[in-house]
């Protein structure tokens, strides 16, 4: 496999956010110091979810770091996976609503001059 330090900088490398990038580059650094990466990745609770780091902890205390992490990928890639299944389900009706409205705007739009005509004569 590849080292932890080396597949940081490569994630570093293709981040194109700049907050995500930068909390990467300098675990990357206490990394490279001799930090642990649950304690590297402890001053940036904001960005990353408190399981990540409890896992990651649980992790280097029984060995299994690259299979919790594996565990860990699993887990969010269903959730962006979930995540999309919802969001469609609420664009779908959002979506019929607008298209809807603008079918009945063009109706009346051409409609209604037609009845201005017919009270007219």
């Known amino acids: 496999g590849v080292p932890i330090v080396r597949s940081l900088e490569i994630v570093s490398g293709v981040l194109g956010n700049v907050h995500y990038k930068t909390a990467i580059s300098q675990t990357a650094e206490k990394v490279r110091k001799g930090e642990k990466l649950s304690e590297a990745f402890r001053g940036y609770e904001n960005i990353y979810p408190l399981i990540i780091l409890q896992m990651m902890?649980?992790?280097?205390?029984?060995?299994?770091?690259?299979?919790?992490?594996?565990?860990?990928?699993t887990f969010f890639e269903d959730e962006v996976s979930n995540a999309t299944k919802n969001l469609a389900s609420v664009i779908e009706p959002v979506l019929m609503l607008i298209i809807g409205a603008a079918v009945g705007f063009f109706a009346i739009s051409m409609i209604q001059p037609m009845y201005s005509m017919l009270g007219a004569i």
Request: a negative charge; hydrophobic letters at 35%.
């Open 57 to 73: 902890k649980v992790g280097e205390e029984t060995g299994e770091t690259s299979t919790i992490l594996a565990k860990l990928a």
